[in-house]
């Protein structure tokens, strides 16, 4: 498990970049095109990073003591911030609903499932 002082501190760079530059957007943008590409980009950082230590906490407590690395926890976290931002491009497009909220949901954490119970199966040989 990595240390949770490096995880920390990412999840408040990327957290405060994204934050700040969504609400940046709001405030002193008029809504366009290329403003709107940029509110998922930051919205993606704002996600994950804001995640990245809720995660981190969460393995912690309740993960057995090697099961998670860095590449795991930043995976879960892009996910999250994936899964923000496909909910608010649907909410724009007056396209979601609760059924399909919920089922996106499901689609997401079965793939995450899926993908760590991959992990657990992989062979590595002990390190001596």
Do not use: C
Request: net charge positive; hydrophobic share 50%.
């Amino acid at each position: 498990m990595p240390s949770f002082r490096k995880i920390l501190l990412t999840g408040i760079i990327l957290g405060v970049a994204g934050i700040g530059g969504v609400l940046f957007l709001f405030y002193f943008t008029k809504p366009t095109l290329e403003f709107r590409w940029l509110f998922f980009f930051l919205s993606l950082t704002g996600l994950s990073g804001v995640s990245l230590p809720l995660l981190s906490m969460m393995h912690q407590r309740f993960s057995e003591p090697d099961s998670v690395n860095e590449s795991t926890l930043l995976r879960e976290a892009i996910m999250i911030g994936l899964f923000g931002n496909l909910i608010a491009w649907l909410q724009i497009g007056d396209m979601l609903t609760l059924a399909l909220f919920f089922l996106l949901l499901a689609g997401g954490v079965t793939i995450e499932y899926l993908i760590r119970l991959t992990e657990k199966t992989t062979w590595r040989p002990r390190r001596q």
